[in-house]
């Protein structure tokens, strides 16, 4: 996949080439990633790319020329019929099912982050696919938020893990929260390893951990429950579980 990233701050997306899956999946050629820096296309040789805001009130603006400048840029340099997303607190939640499909139709993508008070309507008016938002707080850029979803998309490329069943078997995959995990040794502070992780029964293993994805997902996330549904089993199940607590 083709990624161009528009940032002020080109540097930080180092982080994304050189450190563990998504640097492995660069080695691979599993992924491209041009970033453009809007202080390129400045008009003054200052570089500047911002200005006041119309009406006033606090803070700077990212202008329309150069942004739209380095969109231009961004898209050529990864070619095709690339979705341009910028990151706003004002966008739509990013979520897996978002990513999945964008990895299912989209060969190039361009990621535009903004800084400061924000970007100049008007780009985001003419070249802009989709704002999205990556939680309800507020962080200084949008070179955080890219990262965030240039690493879980580069996961979810074939070939970028070394075990691709493992992408199949996390948080938010089938609705659900993950089930809690254990590993050496068996007793940590007086605390054991449920007894059927011992058992070698990998049918009984599973049945576990479904369950326990569910009860999850129920006292952390009931949200993600609403949005799923249940099949009978399970809200038997759950209604079970619930009652056994009381
Ligand atoms: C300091 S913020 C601007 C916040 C803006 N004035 C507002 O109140 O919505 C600078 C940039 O960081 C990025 N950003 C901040 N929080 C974000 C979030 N939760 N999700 C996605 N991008 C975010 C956006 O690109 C934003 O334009």
Same mark, same amino acid.
């Given at each position: 996949? $083709?990624?161009? /990233? /528009?940032s002020l701050m080109p540097e930080m997306f180092d982080a994304i080439r050189d450190f563990g899956v998504t640097s492995r999946a660069f080695e691979r050629n599993l992924v491209s990633l041009t970033v453009v820096n809007p202080r390129t296309f400045a008009e003054d040789r200052h570089g500047?790319? #911002? #200005?006041?805001?119309?009406?006033?009130?606090?803070?700077m603006v990212l202008k329309a020329e150069p942004m739209l400048a380095?969109?231009?840029?961004? $898209?050529?340099?990864?070619?095709?019929?690339?979705? /341009? /997303?910028?990151?706003?607190?004002?966008? $739509?939640?990013l979520d897996q099912g978002m990513l999945? !499909?964008?990895? !299912?139709?989209?060969?190039?993508?361009?990621?535009?982050?903004s800084r400061y008070e924000g970007l100049d309507e008007r780009v985001i008016e003419s070249?802009? #696919?989709l704002e999205v938002c990556v939680g309800d707080f507020v962080v200084s850029g949008g !070179?955080?938020?890219?990262?965030?979803?240039?690493?879980a998309l580069i996961r979810l490329l074939p070939g970028a893990l070394g075990d691709e069943s493992s992408k199949n078997d996390e948080s938010f995959i089938d609705g659900l929260l993950e089930y809690p995990q254990y590993t050496r040794p068996e007793t940590v502070g007086g605390r054991g390893v449920p007894e059927v992780l011992?058992?070698?029964?990998? $049918?009984?293993?599973?049945?576990w951990r479904q369950e326990q994805s569910l009860i999850v997902t129920q006292r952390m996330r009931p949200d993600l429950l609403d949005r799923r549904?249940?099949?009978?089993? !399970?809200?038997?199940f759950l209604d079970t579980a619930s009652q056994k607590l009381e």
């Open positions: 996949m $083709k990624f161009a /990233v /528009v500047t790319v #911002d #200005d006041r805001p119309y009406g006033g009130g606090p803070g380095a969109v231009a840029a961004a $898209k050529s340099a990864v070619g095709g019929s690339p979705m /341009v /997303v910028h990151f706003s607190p004002r966008g $739509k939640p999945a !499909e964008w990895v !299912e139709n989209f060969d190039e993508m361009v990621l535009l982050t070249v802009v #696919d !070179e955080l938020p890219a990262m965030m979803a240039l690493d011992l058992s070698g029964d990998h $049918k009984a293993i599973a049945q549904g249940l099949s009978d089993q !399970e809200a038997r």
